[in-house]
């Protein structure tokens, strides 16, 4: 018996998804919500590991033994992370290696003043944005590709080459903007740092074949800023 | 000269719009502002004063004199409040009297757990709501209507009738539900205790023709609930 969970959780009041000493983590938390709930010591097995301040809505996490039931664990957790389904799974489930895919968006509000509900909900980006400049970028994303540029110097990853599905920008209203990317596996700040690249090439920092260029396997400084945590949003996990 | 402001705020930091001594109000902390900028003592004239806890979108407020300009207010203001323009209005423009229509929202999130990106955005509600009966309630409400059982009993109104121009019920996903409404000038609570009434209908618990009857000047205790605030925008106002 396994059990697969759905989470959703403001990435804000988290030093990200990790367990680790002494620190408030999503993982923390969940699992000591679980365990106290199922009053068994539970581990749990995450698709997309979130850094310090990333959010989720659609968090898929495993553990084994029986599920406990969603109403419990949220009567149990804090506010900031809810538990949207907890169910039962075939035997062996793992909520990372079963993964096909996973989606991040991230939101960019552009409007001069900033809006108090978007307040560490969206990154606000009042400056000039040449969007069919972002299209372009996007555009390039799709396939696999050497990320190396990314991601940070320092590193636990091996493999630098990531295969990325699917890639927009899509404008939801005149002030908001925002990147729902798909990729069998991410790198670490790898969406934070397409995006803070792709806004130097819409802002006429960069020009878009040296962005295409950074694909190729280029060196971390050669790409641009790592956007902020609070606009990304883990959206949803793919399995079969 | 005259200055027409265009306001957006989280009201949960506030209680509510109207200045008090010795409390965090909206029209408080503007005025701080603006007096601030412009080195003038400003008094500001609002269209929908908000209680405690309601929040704004389109609020508008006007102020005699020169405006401030909008960046320099936002620079000096406490980033739950934002003013979105801030501009020359006609001589005389005051915000209030001039107003010819206020569109209020109330969002009201369904899912059995809560989002963390709903806490103070919407209602939690995850009981049963039939939606054709809330479409039925919102029906009976344009019109010109005694709305005396949809505000407090200890009151400073001294006419209850009021004129509803639109009411709708939207589901804009399977989540979320927002009540639309447009009237000429809204009384105190009536927003709020046609939602708390119309879930009642909602939820089995009293007939769509209760819910008309009380629309012919019933009284308080005939009503339903008084639903909490923080699901409560003031969306726009209309001018000529």
Sequence with gaps: MAARLLIEYDGGGFVGWARQP???????????AISRITRREVRL???????????????????????????????VLPPDVRVIESEPAPDGFDARRDALGRTYRYRIFRRSAMSPFERGRALHWPHRIDVE??????????????FTAFTPTQTDHVLF???VLQAEWRASDDDLL??????????????????????EVAGGRRTGES?????????????GETAPPHGLYLESIRYR
């Design 161 to 163: 080459t990531r295969t």
């Design 211 to 223: 962005f295409r260029r950074l694909l190729e396997g280029a060196r971390r400084p050669d790409a």
């Design 45 to 75: 097995t995450v698709a997309g590991r979130t850094d310090t301040g990333v959010h989720a809505r659609g968090q898929v996490a495993s553990h084994d033994g029986e599920p406990a039931p969603a109403p419990a664990l949220n009567g």
């Design 22 to 32: 002494g620190q408030r983590t999503v993982q923390g938390v969940l699992e000591e």
């Design 133 to 146: 400049a972002l299209h372009a970028c996007a555009a390039a994303l799709p396939g696999t590709h050497d």
């Design 178 to 199: 925002e990147l729902w990317i798909e990729a069998e596996t991410f790198m670490r700040h790898m969406v934070r740092t397409l995006v803070g690249t792709m806004l």
